[in-house]
């Protein structure tokens, strides 16, 4: 057996850690690999290929990886290809390597996409259908919202863009959650009966709103019905109806997971704690008691929003290896150093001390330094306001964003967790003459001349956009002040209780209006 360490000294590669040999020559069974923050998740999973590879364990094209992005799984692929390319110079491949037959690397949703589009037509499906982009998507829907006579849904009392958004997201849940939508339109009449019992006057209020919240359901389940039913019919499919239908197709025929089997010898599944629902039913469908490597990090789950649980890690043992998988663990921080670790550390302790707030109760050790992290200070500021901390965050970069002897910049980034504070940040780069630059839409959005021009395609699009309107009317270009708004507010509202010859509106004319 030609081992992990002889394969780096064959290829010029640094040697790799002791955790990182136990996870390269795992045998060829089901295992977890709880991987920190920049611990060489990626360079070990190429290096177990490699070691998979010189000693004869699969051909090139038997291995399979599966990773969340499509730029995560070009940079798996790229690395994976070239280290290949490097063991066949060193001539520790077999002889009947094929360099254009190379392991396969690809997305989630790209991997059940082929198993749909391949196998579609038998559950009756069209595999060249179109996908759906989520403004073809918000159409057809809204399409259906618009168009439905149920009786029901002016008792929702809700816009109809909120509605349309309601169904596609309740679709999109059915689907990530593989449930009968029988089922959640009985849950939800059931849970709407809570709003007649008796409860504490207090608390009475709050009961009734998620009463009625819930209760709403089985109407919202009849228009997602219908949204899939129109798909179906039109052969279309949404992106998160990829992974669904692939399960279909492996539940209903057994061929096509033995065949999957037969040609996936071993397979590598990356950010595992954020696989949803769905897509761990597919693989552990496929791929139970098989050479399935699970690399993940409860810490770093970011998924939820969509179906994904941390709480994943907890049932792979059992979803993939009849209750029992060897489990590794890296915990060499490749990329940060010694104190920005220590901070690192303290923060997530209160997670790793018992069950996580990810859900899962997987234990997950403290990250040590690698040999050659730095021992830069990390300076901790806490301000009594957004603004003051915004000026003391650009005053700290404005003091080390200064050019070195070479005449260069170094570079810097600030991230924000949410938005909403990123223009008072930006503001105080900009008042400090700190060069930035931000990227993605959120910072073009904030620009006031496209902010204006949002507001004007929001007001056409729609009449009760109040917020924007006064924004134009008030900005720039038409400069109206605020008392003449004021008054201009007053005689909307006159009109808007009048028909076209300025006589009041009936009552019943008003409430149709309000509940349409």
């Given amino acids: 057996m030609t081992s992990a360490l002889e394969i780096a000294a064959a290829l010029g590669l640094p040697a790799p850690t002791p955790q990182q040999i136990a996870v390269i020559e795992a045998p060829l069974t089901p295992a977890l690999v709880i991987a920190g923050a920049g611990s060489g998740k990626t360079e070990t999973m190429a290096n177990r290929v490699l070691w998979l590879l010189a000693n004869g364990h699969v051909k090139a094209n038997e291995v399979l990886g599966l990773t969340f992005t499509r730029k995560a799984a070009g940079e798996l692929a790229k690395r994976i290809r070239e280290r290949i390319g490097q063991l066949a110079a060193a001539n520790l491949v077999a002889d009947d390597y094929d360099e254009f037959d190379p392991p396969v690397v690809s997305t989630y949703n790209s991997f059940a996409n082929t198993i749909y589009s391949t196998n579609a037509m038998l559950i009756g499906r069209e595999g060249d259908g179109a996908v759906l982009s989520e403004a073809s998507a918000w159409q057809l829907a809204r399409r259906i919202v618009v168009q439905s006579s149920d009786d029901r849904l002016p008792d929702l009392a809700r816009q109809v863009d909120v509605v349309t958004k309601a169904v596609l997201k309740l679709s999109n849940a059915l689907g990530e959650n593989v449930v009968d939508a029988a089922a959640v339109r009985s849950m939800g009449k059931r849970f709407a009966e809570l709003a007649e019992l008796p409860t504490d006057r207090f608390a009475r209020d709050d009961a009734v709103t998620l009463a009625n919240t819930v209760g709403a ?15 179906k019919a039109r052969g279309f ?45 597919l693989l552990s469908e496929l791929f139970a008691d098989h050479a399935v490597m699970a690399v993940g990090d409860p810490n770093q789950s970011i998924y939820g929003w969509r179906g994904a649980s941390a709480a994943n890690l907890d049932g792979f043992a059992a979803q993939f290896g009849g209750g029992t998988a060897n489990t590794f663990g890296l915990t060499t921080s490749w990329r940060n150093g010694h104190h920005i670790l220590d901070v690192a550390n303290a923060l997530v302790e209160p997670l790793v001390v018992g069950p996580l707030s990810a859900g899962s109760h997987v234990p997950v050790a403290r990250l040590d330094a690698s040999p050659r ?51 008072t940040f930006v503001a105080a780069l900009r008042a400090n003459e700190v060069p930035f630059h931000v990227l993605g839409v959120g910072g073009l959005m904030a620009e ?8 004007a395609l929001t007001v056409v699009h729609d009449p009760s956009a109040g917020s924007e309107l006064v924004r134009l009317l008030a900005g720039s270009r038409w400069r109206i002040g605020v008392r003449d708004l004021k008054v201009l507010s007053r005689v909307a509202s006159w009109l808007n209780a009048r028909d076209y010859r300025q006589q009041p509106l009936d009552d019943d004319v008003r409430e149709a209006l309000r509940s349409s």
């Avoid at 359901?217 to 798909?231: G, H, M, N, S």
């Avoid at 040609?263 to 761990?280: F, G, I, N, P």
């Avoid at 260069?408 to 991230?415: I, T, V, Y």
């Avoid at 006031?448 to 507001?455: G, I, R």
């Fill in 448 to 455: 006031p001349e496209v902010a204006d021009l949002v507001s």
């Fill in 373 to 423: 992290a730095t021992s830069l200070p990390v300076d901790v500021v806490v301000a009594e306001t957004v603004p003051a901390e915004a000026e003391s965050a650009a005053l700290w970069l404005k003091e080390r964003l200064v050019p070195n002897e070479k005449g260069e910049l170094p570079s810097a980034a600030m991230l924000f967790r949410t938005r909403s504070t990123q223009r």
């Fill in 237 to 281: 499919v949404e992106y998160s109806d990829q992974v669904t239908l692939a399960l279909q197709i492996v539940r209903s025929v057994p061929r096509v997971a033995a065949d999957l089997r037969e040609r996936c010898r071993v397979v590598l599944l990356d950010e595992y704690q954020d696989t949803s629902v769905v897509q761990t039913w």
């Fill in 217 to 231: 359901l089985p109407v919202l389940i009849d228009l997602a019905e219908q949204f899939a039913a129109a798909k």
